[in-house]
């Protein structure tokens, strides 16, 4: 897959192609809707698929503060894509100046001038331009003009964790920051991730005979509710069954708020200073204090044990 980061990492060369906008956080199920039928439509025609996307979310530069929690970051979303068969991701620096392109003019200079798209894929609720004054219609009147075609693709894709209602990146937000990862692995179609760099903590589970890895997520962070997890903490390409731990360790009066995984039935693991992943299959239990530390191992001895019963029963299915 190619990665372009603004109009002019596109080559030169650039021929048509098939094009789809949007933020794409999460990949969700939605999402590859979307994408698989770009990618079909891009093989039909025999050209490339290419995905545009933002960074930062626009939400950040036109509301500074509402930055929302971020699902995927980048180079995992064209990870995603990538395995969906997109040819190539082009992220565009979203910036006040950009902001204020009217509907017309983005249509012009990203569409046409640069991408020189054939056909463009998006949902029906795609809106683009200034003051988001851009949506589908319009973009298939400008078709008309420009010679490339516009195909909406409908977003029926429901489920029990969203009560009927089509899946988008704020209902899986909501529930990854419910503590419902079941319900955010139904509306992505695989378990949620976090990833960061795994820094030194107080290392009280190395002396409680559960080292943990502690995470340092990367900022904006969809990071689930407080409590213990069952999932994998993957480590250069290996994924090891884990236990996983969200919160501020309230057993020691702790503040700050942590991703932290045991690595279940592995000894010896050095893993400071690695960049990990940590994907949550299933909630175990809430945060909770206990009344004497040795509550508080045989509550840990328990988490593992379940934790390990889970995963083997995800692994079975």
Request: aromatic share 8%.
């Amino acid at each position: 897959m190619q990665r372009w980061r603004g109009l002019e990492g596109i080559p030169e060369d650039w021929g048509r192609s098939v094009v789809t906008i949007g933020s794409y956080d999460g990949v969700h199920r939605g999402h590859q809707l979307i994408l698989r039928h770009a990618v079909d439509r891009a093989r039909e025609l025999s050209v490339p698929s290419v995905a545009v996307t933002f960074d930062p979310h626009p939400s950040e530069v036109l509301r500074p503060g509402s930055h929302p929690p971020l699902l995927a970051p980048h180079h995992r979303r064209a990870e995603l894509m990538a395995e969906l068969g997109v040819d190539a991701v082009l992220i565009l620096p979203f910036t006040k100046e950009f902001s204020r392109l009217s509907p017309a003019d983005f249509v012009g200079k990203v569409l046409v001038d640069r991408l020189h798209a054939k056909a463009v894929v998006e949902g029906p609720n795609f809106r683009f331009g200034h003051k988001a004054a851009g949506d589908v219609a319009f973009l298939a009147e400008q078709g008309k003009t420009y010679d490339f075609d516009v195909e909406v693709v409908d977003l029926f894709v429901t489920g029990e964790a969203g009560g009927g209602r089509p899946f988008s990146s704020t209902l899986t937000r909501r529930l990854v920051a419910e503590g419902d990862v079941e319900g955010a692995r139904e509306t992505l179609g695989r378990p949620h991730r976090v990833e960061g760099v795994v820094v030194r903590g107080a290392q009280r589970g190395r002396e409680l005979g559960f080292p943990t890895a502690n995470v340092e997520t990367l900022p904006h962070t969809a990071i689930p509710a407080d409590g213990v997890y069952a999932g994998w903490l993957h480590v250069e390409g290996e994924a090891m069954p884990a236990a996983i731990s969200v919160g501020t360790n309230p057993q020691f009066d702790g503040t700050e708020r942590t991703v932290e995984a045991y690595a279940i039935d592995r000894v010896g693991l050095d893993l400071y200073g690695l960049h990990v992943a940590v994907e949550f299959l299933a909630f175990v239990r809430g945060q909770a204090k206990f009344d004497s530390l040795d509550a508080l191992l045989v509550a840990m001895g328990e988490d593992v044990k379940k934790c390990r019963e889970l995963i083997g029963a995800y692994a079975g299915e």
